[in-house]
T-cell receptor, first 111, second 112 residues
Framework: QKEVEQNSGPLSVPEGAIASLNCTYS??????FFWYRQYSGKSPELIMF????GDKEDGRFTAQLNKASQYVSLLIRDSQPSDSATYLC???????????FGTGTSLTVIP | DTAVSQTPKYLVTQMGNDKSIKCEQN?????MYWYKQDSKKFLKIMFS???????INETVPNRFSPKSPDKAHLNLHINSLELGDSAVYFC???????????FGAGTRLSVL
Protein backbone atom coordinates (compact mmCIF):
# COMPACT_ATOMS: atom_id res chain seq x y z
CA GLN A 1 0.00 0.00 0.00
CA LYS A 2 1.35 3.40 -0.96
CA GLU A 3 1.82 5.99 1.76
CA VAL A 4 -0.08 8.63 -0.19
CA GLU A 5 -2.54 7.94 -2.99
CA GLN A 6 -4.03 10.30 -5.51
CA ASN A 7 -6.12 9.80 -8.60
CA SER A 8 -3.68 10.51 -11.42
CA GLY A 9 -6.40 11.95 -13.64
CA PRO A 10 -6.38 13.70 -15.94
CA LEU A 11 -9.13 15.80 -14.41
CA SER A 12 -10.75 18.29 -16.75
CA VAL A 13 -13.05 21.09 -15.64
CA PRO A 14 -14.47 24.08 -17.52
CA GLU A 15 -13.27 27.55 -16.66
CA GLY A 16 -15.14 28.97 -13.69
CA ALA A 17 -16.05 25.56 -12.26
CA ILE A 18 -14.90 24.02 -8.98
CA ALA A 19 -12.04 21.52 -9.25
CA SER A 20 -11.92 18.90 -6.51
CA LEU A 21 -8.70 16.99 -5.88
CA ASN A 22 -8.49 14.15 -3.39
CA CYS A 23 -5.74 12.40 -1.51
CA THR A 24 -5.67 9.52 0.97
CA TYR A 25 -2.85 8.49 3.25
CA SER A 26 -2.07 5.30 5.09
CA UNK A 27 -0.29 6.36 8.29
CA UNK A 28 -2.53 7.60 11.09
CA UNK A 29 0.54 9.19 12.67
CA UNK A 30 0.71 11.74 9.87
CA UNK A 31 0.47 15.24 11.21
CA UNK A 32 1.10 17.77 8.46
CA PHE A 33 -0.51 17.89 5.03
CA PHE A 34 0.48 19.91 2.02
CA TRP A 35 -0.70 20.64 -1.49
CA TYR A 36 1.88 21.56 -4.11
CA ARG A 37 1.30 22.68 -7.67
CA GLN A 38 3.77 21.70 -10.37
CA TYR A 39 3.68 23.15 -13.85
CA SER A 40 5.25 21.07 -16.58
CA GLY A 41 9.03 21.36 -16.47
CA LYS A 42 8.97 23.39 -13.27
CA SER A 43 9.51 22.68 -9.59
CA PRO A 44 6.72 22.05 -7.07
CA GLU A 45 5.41 25.17 -5.34
CA LEU A 46 3.43 25.18 -2.13
CA ILE A 47 -0.24 26.16 -2.37
CA MET A 48 -1.70 25.16 0.97
CA PHE A 49 -0.83 23.40 4.19
CA UNK A 50 -3.19 22.15 6.86
CA UNK A 51 -2.57 20.61 10.27
CA UNK A 52 -6.01 20.37 11.89
CA UNK A 53 -9.25 18.69 10.94
CA GLY A 54 -11.66 20.86 9.03
CA ASP A 55 -11.37 23.42 6.27
CA LYS A 56 -8.73 26.02 5.58
CA GLU A 57 -9.36 28.67 2.97
CA ASP A 58 -6.90 30.86 1.11
CA GLY A 59 -8.35 32.85 -1.77
CA ARG A 60 -9.81 30.47 -4.33
CA PHE A 61 -8.24 27.45 -2.61
CA THR A 62 -9.72 25.42 0.23
CA ALA A 63 -7.93 22.50 1.86
CA GLN A 64 -10.04 19.98 3.77
CA LEU A 65 -8.64 17.47 6.25
CA ASN A 66 -10.40 14.50 7.81
CA LYS A 67 -7.95 12.55 9.97
CA ALA A 68 -10.51 9.91 10.97
CA SER A 69 -11.02 8.99 7.32
CA GLN A 70 -7.39 9.71 6.44
CA TYR A 71 -8.09 11.95 3.52
CA VAL A 72 -7.20 15.46 2.51
CA SER A 73 -8.68 17.35 -0.39
CA LEU A 74 -8.13 20.56 -2.30
CA LEU A 75 -10.94 22.59 -3.81
CA ILE A 76 -10.20 25.22 -6.41
CA ARG A 77 -13.08 27.62 -6.94
CA ASP A 78 -13.57 29.65 -10.12
CA SER A 79 -10.95 27.53 -11.91
CA GLN A 80 -8.76 29.37 -14.40
CA PRO A 81 -6.73 28.02 -17.32
CA SER A 82 -3.63 29.07 -15.37
CA ASP A 83 -4.59 26.48 -12.74
CA SER A 84 -3.82 23.73 -15.26
CA ALA A 85 -0.97 21.80 -13.67
CA THR A 86 -0.19 18.68 -11.67
CA TYR A 87 -1.21 18.87 -8.02
CA LEU A 88 0.86 16.92 -5.53
CA CYS A 89 -0.38 15.91 -2.11
CA UNK A 90 2.33 15.53 0.55
CA UNK A 91 2.13 14.10 4.03
CA UNK A 92 4.61 14.40 6.85
CA UNK A 93 5.16 12.25 9.89
CA UNK A 94 7.06 14.16 12.51
CA UNK A 95 8.54 10.92 13.73
CA UNK A 96 11.65 10.59 11.60
CA UNK A 97 10.58 13.67 9.67
CA UNK A 98 9.40 11.44 6.83
CA UNK A 99 7.84 13.17 3.86
CA UNK A 100 5.75 11.31 1.33
CA PHE A 101 4.35 12.66 -1.91
CA GLY A 102 1.49 11.27 -3.94
CA THR A 103 1.93 10.67 -7.65
CA GLY A 104 -0.03 13.81 -8.43
CA THR A 105 -3.30 14.64 -10.19
CA SER A 106 -3.14 16.32 -13.56
CA LEU A 107 -5.72 19.12 -13.84
CA THR A 108 -6.75 20.79 -17.08
CA VAL A 109 -9.03 23.83 -16.99
CA ILE A 110 -10.76 24.24 -20.33
CA PRO A 111 -11.41 27.86 -21.43
CA ASP B 1 17.59 36.32 -4.91
CA THR B 2 16.77 32.67 -5.51
CA ALA B 3 15.83 30.97 -2.25
CA VAL B 4 16.94 27.43 -3.17
CA SER B 5 19.38 27.22 -6.05
CA GLN B 6 20.69 24.13 -7.79
CA THR B 7 23.45 23.75 -10.32
CA PRO B 8 23.63 22.64 -13.00
CA LYS B 9 20.13 22.91 -14.47
CA TYR B 10 20.89 20.30 -17.11
CA LEU B 11 23.41 17.48 -16.99
CA VAL B 12 24.04 15.14 -19.90
CA THR B 13 26.65 12.45 -19.39
CA GLN B 14 27.73 8.97 -20.36
CA MET B 15 27.13 5.79 -18.41
CA GLY B 16 29.85 5.07 -15.90
CA ASN B 17 30.77 8.70 -15.28
CA ASP B 18 30.75 10.42 -11.89
CA LYS B 19 28.87 13.69 -11.48
CA SER B 20 27.84 16.13 -8.76
CA ILE B 21 24.86 18.40 -8.27
CA LYS B 22 25.11 21.35 -5.92
CA CYS B 23 22.37 22.94 -3.82
CA GLU B 24 22.37 26.08 -1.73
CA GLN B 25 19.59 27.77 0.24
CA ASN B 26 19.57 31.29 1.64
CA UNK B 27 16.39 30.93 3.69
CA UNK B 28 18.16 30.15 6.95
CA UNK B 29 16.48 26.72 7.07
CA UNK B 30 17.93 23.90 9.13
CA UNK B 31 16.80 20.97 6.98
CA MET B 32 17.60 20.12 3.36
CA TYR B 33 16.44 17.32 1.08
CA TRP B 34 17.15 15.58 -2.18
CA TYR B 35 14.28 14.19 -4.25
CA LYS B 36 14.21 12.21 -7.47
CA GLN B 37 11.32 12.68 -9.89
CA ASP B 38 11.03 10.02 -12.54
CA SER B 39 9.38 10.12 -15.94
CA LYS B 40 6.02 9.30 -14.35
CA LYS B 41 6.36 12.42 -12.19
CA PHE B 42 6.61 10.47 -8.94
CA LEU B 43 8.57 12.55 -6.43
CA LYS B 44 10.54 10.31 -4.10
CA ILE B 45 12.66 11.46 -1.20
CA MET B 46 16.27 10.26 -1.25
CA PHE B 47 18.00 12.03 1.63
CA SER B 48 17.33 14.56 4.32
CA UNK B 49 19.84 16.47 6.42
CA UNK B 50 19.10 18.46 9.56
CA UNK B 51 21.87 20.77 10.76
CA UNK B 52 24.37 18.84 8.63
CA UNK B 53 23.28 15.49 10.13
CA UNK B 54 21.77 12.80 7.93
CA UNK B 55 18.24 12.03 9.19
CA ILE B 56 16.62 10.29 6.23
CA ASN B 57 18.37 7.87 3.95
CA GLU B 58 15.83 6.05 1.85
CA THR B 59 16.67 2.95 -0.11
CA VAL B 60 19.05 4.53 -2.56
CA PRO B 61 22.05 2.83 -4.21
CA ASN B 62 25.26 3.64 -2.39
CA ARG B 63 26.51 5.17 -5.63
CA PHE B 64 24.61 8.23 -4.40
CA SER B 65 26.40 10.13 -1.67
CA PRO B 66 25.11 13.36 -0.17
CA LYS B 67 27.45 15.85 1.47
CA SER B 68 26.46 18.77 3.66
CA PRO B 69 29.41 21.06 4.39
CA ASP B 70 27.12 23.45 6.30
CA LYS B 71 23.42 24.08 6.94
CA ALA B 72 23.02 26.08 3.75
CA HIS B 73 24.48 23.51 1.36
CA LEU B 74 23.61 19.96 0.40
CA ASN B 75 25.42 18.45 -2.55
CA LEU B 76 24.74 15.15 -4.27
CA HIS B 77 27.50 13.07 -5.78
CA ILE B 78 26.68 10.15 -8.05
CA ASN B 79 29.26 7.52 -8.97
CA SER B 80 29.16 5.14 -11.93
CA LEU B 81 26.05 6.64 -13.49
CA GLU B 82 23.49 4.24 -14.96
CA LEU B 83 20.71 4.73 -17.51
CA GLY B 84 18.11 4.40 -14.75
CA ASP B 85 19.53 7.41 -12.97
CA SER B 86 18.06 9.65 -15.67
CA ALA B 87 15.49 11.83 -13.92
CA VAL B 88 14.95 15.29 -12.51
CA TYR B 89 16.60 15.80 -9.13
CA PHE B 90 15.15 18.41 -6.83
CA CYS B 91 16.73 19.95 -3.80
CA UNK B 92 14.46 21.39 -1.11
CA UNK B 93 14.78 23.03 2.26
CA UNK B 94 12.55 23.64 5.27
CA UNK B 95 12.61 24.81 8.83
CA UNK B 96 12.05 21.55 10.63
CA UNK B 97 9.46 22.86 13.04
CA UNK B 98 7.16 24.03 10.25
CA UNK B 99 8.11 21.44 7.65
CA UNK B 100 7.05 23.59 4.71
CA UNK B 101 9.43 22.70 1.94
CA UNK B 102 10.73 25.06 -0.72
CA PHE B 103 12.11 23.51 -3.87
CA GLY B 104 14.94 24.39 -6.18
CA ALA B 105 14.37 24.56 -9.94
CA GLY B 106 15.60 21.01 -10.45
CA THR B 107 18.47 19.37 -12.31
CA ARG B 108 17.55 17.31 -15.34
CA LEU B 109 20.03 14.46 -15.55
CA SER B 110 20.27 12.45 -18.77
CA VAL B 111 22.53 9.42 -18.82
CA LEU B 112 23.35 8.19 -22.32
Amino acid sequence: QKEVEQNSGPLSVPEGAIASLNCTYSDRGSQSFFWYRQYSGKSPELIMFIYSNGDKEDGRFTAQLNKASQYVSLLIRDSQPSDSATYLCAVNRLSGNQFYFGTGTSLTVIP
Amino acid sequence: DTAVSQTPKYLVTQMGNDKSIKCEQNLGHDTMYWYKQDSKKFLKIMFSYNNKELIINETVPNRFSPKSPDKAHLNLHINSLELGDSAVYFCASSQRAKNIQYFGAGTRLSVL
